[in-house]
């Protein structure tokens, strides 16, 4: 037992002052026809909450994530496997998410790296068994190692692509061998810094090629879930290809993978491209490509990847109100998030991500407030209603022409104006719904 001193986390209301419970977070609540679990399919990020010990820049770690073995070595992942499932169990979160270099030391021969992904999996598909806690998607680090400094899939050298084709397809077999949902693409060092030395076009196919290439082999062995890309637009690479969603919608499309990829939208790396996290949603969702959501948080007023735990109530609630009229995610909710640096103790890994799923509930419980409510809903339909009319349907269909429309114009006499958009009435009406 790691967090012996922690209790089992329970849905204890709004009022509890409990530091160890939840104050929305409630499993079995039905929302609008579906449990508060079934809408939410938590997962926990291996990476931050087992491995990121608050390492910056400036400084080294401040959080023992030792789990009371010495780091690279295989007792270590063990150790971090039984961590991570007692913390999971203790939380009430069903899935995991993981990178294949998350689970092992990465030895410096690839065979021997497999090797430890084989004896490691096997451990944690004990642990599956008797937890009933599943896997929601694996991917490939493909941009620590320093081989990937210029790319993975974009690299100039022949031996590299081969390299990260060699990691796709472990990660996939991990995947498939672990249930998981999902497989995800996200290009860190798919990018450039200047193109001064690079062929954007080149590279560009050249990833296309190895998406292809995995789809084929995990089809082939019986992989029948979602590919994902995962959207960011900058860091570590000063230009992403996978900029945002529009742009990786118009790449799949591009180069005939549509059909087996959607989105695994992270809300930091939205704003980090200008966007706000409901629109990369909107936009994934509209396309019929929102697969993922990794659940977490930037800082508006700094320009990097922060992955702090989302707090920001209008955020979520506006997440949920897409995922809801999307009718639901085939993915989940993927805390990729971090503690802060000086919140350094186990019960500051408690404290994450009660206060993300929380936050998360209390999106749910809004956006169904928001859609009970319908006033919103309603004044969007109303909006475009002059499209119902006789000459609205034939421009909908693609019946009319130009010059139909020109000569319609034309004997309206004066310009119609359209109705108001009534920006400060809707968001007081959204205030009034979730603070009312
Ligand atoms: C980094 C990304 C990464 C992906 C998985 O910014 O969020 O952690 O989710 O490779
Ligand atoms: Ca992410
Ligand atoms: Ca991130």
Not at 98 to 107: I, R
Not at 144 to 173: E, H, W
Not at 374 to 392: H, M, P
Request: charged fraction near 25%; proline fraction near 3%; charge should be negative.
């Amino acid at each position: 037992m790691y967090f012996d001193n922690i209790p089992e986390i329970k849905y204890e209301g709004p009022k509890s002052q409990n530091p160890f419970a939840f104050k929305f977070y409630d499993a079995e609540k039905v929302v609008l026809g579906k449990k508060m679990k079934e809408h939410l399919p938590f997962a926990m990020a291996w990476w931050h909450n087992l491995c990121a010990a608050g390492t910056d820049m400036f400084g080294r770690d401040t959080m023992d994530k030792s789990f009371g073995a010495e780091k690279g070595t295989m007792e270590h992942a063990k150790a971090k496997v039984d961590a991570g499932f007692e913390f999971m169990q203790k939380l009430g979160i069903e899935y995991f998410c993981f990178h294949d270099v998350d689970l092992v030391p990465e030895a410096d021969d690839i065979k021997e790296t497999n090797k430890r992904l084989d004896e490691i999996t096997d451990h944690i598909l004990v642990k599956m068994k008797e937890t009933g806690i599943k896997c929601l998607w694996g991917t490939a680090n493909m941009f620590s190692n320093p081989r990937f400094m210029s790319g993975a899939g974009s690299t100039n050298s022949v031996d590299v692509y081969c390299f990260a084709a060699a990691q796709i397809k472990k990660a996939l077999d991990l995947t498939v061998k672990l249930g998981g949902k999902g497989y995800v693409f996200w290009g860190g060092r798919e990018g450039y810094e200047t193109l001064l030395n690079t062929d954007v076009k080149f590279e560009q196919d050249n990833i296309a090629r190895l998406m292809r290439m995995a789809v084929d082999y995990g089809r082939s062995i019986g992989f029948t879930g979602d590919f994902y890309i995962e959207p960011k637009p900058k860091e570590p690479m000063k230009h992403q290809y996978d900029f945002d969603a529009a742009t990786a919608i118009g790449f799949l499309r591009q180069h005939g993978l549509d059909k087996d990829f959607k989105m695994n939208i992270e809300a930091n790396h939205a704003t980090l491209a200008g966007h706000t996290f409901q629109h990369e949603l909107r936009i994934s969702a509209i396309n019929g490509m929102l697969g993922s959501i990794d659940a977490n948080q930037g800082d508006l007023l700094l320009g990097w990847d922060t992955d702090e735990f989302p707090f920001d109530i209008y955020d979520t609630t506006m997440c949920m109100y897409e995922v809801l009229k999307s009718g639901g995610l085939t993915g989940g909710f993927n805390f990729d998030a971090k503690n802060r640096r000086p919140s350094n103790t186990y019960e500051d890994m408690f404290h994450g991500f009660i206060l993300g799923m929380d936050s998360f509930a209390l999106g749910l419980i809004n956006a169904a407030k928001i859609i009970e409510d319908g006033r919103i809903d309603n004044f969007v339909k109303e909006k475009y209603s002059s499209f119902n009319s006789e000459l609205g349907q034939k421009i909908l269909s693609g019946n009319t022409s130009l010059a139909e429309l020109s000569s319609y114009a034309e004997n309206l006499g004066s310009t119609n104006e359209p109705q108001s958009g009534r920006q400060e009435h809707l968001e007081s009406i959204l205030n009034a719904v979730l603070f009312g």
